[in-house]
């Protein structure tokens, strides 16, 4: 079956250590983004790329890395420098920017 | 400030009644519109899309209303079913964009 694949489900870490975030698809989509979603909150948009070796920030990059070195691989790093990490982290693809986005079950992300 | 608002937090119908769930914008440069479905620990899932070019778009039991004077749009379930329960978010792209801007979600609660 086609779609997208993120790992792990739960994730927890000590404060001051970066941790990595995994999205694959096989849908053969070109656009991926990762996204950010808090209690009571809408989806904020951290990192998206169009293409491969290519990604640009979103509204909230501050503490997030990402890389695409793969069509069908988008992993989203939460680094030390953010301060508020816990959250829920979603992962979306599309064909086009402007096409409906497929996503993920997301990753929930928690300090120890 | 927030650009896509779905001002009540949720809605709660009787199973067979028609559920409208509504949506406000803020900026006319966007001109394409999507709701999503979400269930507890999962990814969104896409529902139902509208162009700024129509005022209407139907899909089976869902509905997207567009009222651009108004930057209104609503999405509209008849008949609603218990398996509707869930968050919903509208969404909004501007033209030229390749970001989705998301509100912060209605929970639809469809009783039997």
């Known amino acids: 079956d086609g779609g997208i694949t993120q790992s792990p489900k739960y994730l927890f870490r000590k404060e001051g250590q970066n941790v990595t975030l995994s999205c694959e698809q096989n849908?053969?989509?070109?656009?991926m983004y990762w996204y950010r979603q808090d209690p009571g909150q809408g989806l904020r948009l951290i990192y998206y790329s169009q293409i491969v070796n290519d990604f640009q920030k979103g509204d909230i990059a501050e503490g997030y890395s990402v890389s695409r070195e793969k069509k069908e691989s988008f992993p989203l790093t939460v680094t030390s420098a953010q301060k508020n990490p816990t959250a829920f982290y979603l992962c979306?693809?599309?064909?086009?920017?402007?096409?409906?986005?497929?996503f993920g079950d997301g990753t929930r992300l928690s300090i120890l | 400030d927030q650009q896509v608002k779905q001002n009540s937090p949720s809605l709660s119908v009787q199973e067979g009644r028609i559920s409208i769930l509504n949506c406000d914008y803020t900026?006319?440069?966007?001109?394409?519109f999507l709701w999503y479905k979400k269930y507890p620990a999962e990814g969104p899932t896409f529902l139902i899309s509208i162009s700024s070019i129509k005022d209407k778009n139907e899909d089976g039991r869902f509905t997207v209303f567009l009222n651009k004077s108004a930057k209104h749009l609503s999405l509209h379930i008849v008949p609603s079913q218990p398996g509707d329960s869930a968050v919903y978010f509208c969404?909004?792209?501007?033209?030229?964009?390749?970001?989705?801007?998301f509100g912060k979600g209605m929970k639809l609660t469809v009783n039997p």
């Open positions: 969404a909004a792209i501007e033209g030229g964009s390749e970001k989705l801007v």
């Open positions: 849908l053969n989509h070109d656009a």
């Open positions: 900026n006319s440069m966007f001109d394409y």
């Open positions: 979306a693809s599309s064909i086009q920017s402007y096409q409906p986005q497929h």
